[in-house]
């Protein structure tokens, strides 16, 4: 039996193992993606906070310089720094938004590959390999005085069944196979 | 006992096999013989790695063995889903069709009866006492008591479909149609059903039945094009009407039209299944004198 079900399994697991491979490319493809997205979100957070720290130090330039005359002088420095921040985290954010959508469709991408099969709009076309062979039968109302009772019959119970439900119609279905013989 | 690799095939054996036992389950395959198999040395050897869906395999192999006459494999698993859930409707349901398959009605009828007592809303065991009526040989009793069960669960189309087989067995085509058409109203997209109601249709007969059909026939092949049965009813109802005397000329040429379509759609559908085998040649000739010889001759 065992070697049997080795044979059926060498055979059919050349087929799951192919799928359950692609599978697995795909599950990675999403932690990637998600892992790029917690990075982007942790860097954003990281930035805005830095972004917070310098502006503080930017506006604490004007308040400590009391002196008026300075103050134009102090501006135009502050203004200097202000706007070399503003180029190096502008850049810093355009990275950030990058890095968080392309991470959003690459994980969006894999998820769509691991979520199994789509089903067609069309309700009538997963319809359209179904036969009556199926469509008849209704398992609620299975009927079981079908030839089958006889037919799959092992031959050694034919002659002599010592069960208790030996009932009067049996010789006769037994009589009607013997004529076919 | 198993080297590594073996245990691994083995259990990508015991998915496959569990895999294929739903699908059969889910889309009501009755092949007992191969559940039979399969499902036995799924139960036999790997019922570890099955986890919990082994009580319903216990169930869907059970029926099977009965198909089968298997009593010995039907009882085991009888046994198993008894000790498992001791007071479960389901169980004695199970139980109920192993006496029903023994022909012990009178037991199997006692056991439905105590279950609706203690539910009197548990469809299943309504549902066998219908069947076993049936299996009895008392239609008209079964039909009445389907009709009773259909008036409280207008919703089954289980009940729906079986009770059109009902009809139908008895020649009923009226009533045959009618439960044809409350499952075509709810399951407008599946072309079996407008099939099957323009058959009935078609097999009532007259004028107006047969056009009907035609418009039928014409509706399932519109919900799926290659239902090679809707093709030739329709090629035979519209050979009918266009036979007729009573038709006027214009309806006429209108199905004379109707059937050389289907004609072509037939030979054609039977040259695209043959092409590549040898016997092609033959086949799509043997197609065109069978469609010949199926005209309708006036009487």
Known sequence: ?181 | ILSIPELFLLYRFTNYMRDKLRKWREENYRNSEQIVDVGEELINEHASKLGDDIWIIYEQVMIAALDCSRDDLAWSCLQELKRQFPDSHRVKRLAGMRLEALERYEDANKLYDSILQDDPTNTAARKRKISILRAQGKSSEAIRELNEYLEQFVGDQEAWHELSELYINEHDYAKAAFCLEELMMTNPHNHLYCEQYAEVKYTQGGLENLELARKYFAQALKLNNRNMRALFGLYMSASHIAASPKVSAKVKKDNVKYAAWATSQISRAYQMAGRGKKENKCSVKAVEEMLESMQITMS
């Open chain 1, 1 to 181: 039996m065992t070697q049997r079900s080795l044979r059926t399994a060498s055979r059919a697991s050349i087929g799951c193992a192919r799928v359950k491979m692609a599978s697995s490319f795909w599950k990675g493809v999403v932690g990637v993606g998600l892992f790029a997205l917690a990075h982007a979100a942790f860097s954003a957070a990281q930035h805005r906070s830095y972004m917070r720290l310098t502006e503080k130090e930017n506006e604490t330039l004007p308040i400590d310089v009391s002196c008026n005359q300075l103050q134009d002088t102090d501006h135009l420095e502050s203004h200097a720094c202000v706007v070399f921040l503003d180029t190096a985290s502008l850049v810093l954010c355009f990275q950030i938004v990058l890095q968080t959508l392309l991470a959003f469709v690459i994980t969006c991408y894999g998820i769509v590959h691991i979520s199994g099969e789509f089903k067609d709009m069309d309700a009538s076309s997963e319809l359209k390999n179904k036969t009556f062979d199926t469509l008849r039968n209704h398992p609620s109302f299975y009927l079981f005085n079908h030839r089958g009772r006889v037919l799959f019959r092992a031959p050694e119970q034919e002659p002599s069944t010592p069960s208790a439900q030996a009932l009067p119609s049996n010789p006769l279905r037994l009589r009607k196979l013997e004529n076919y013989h």
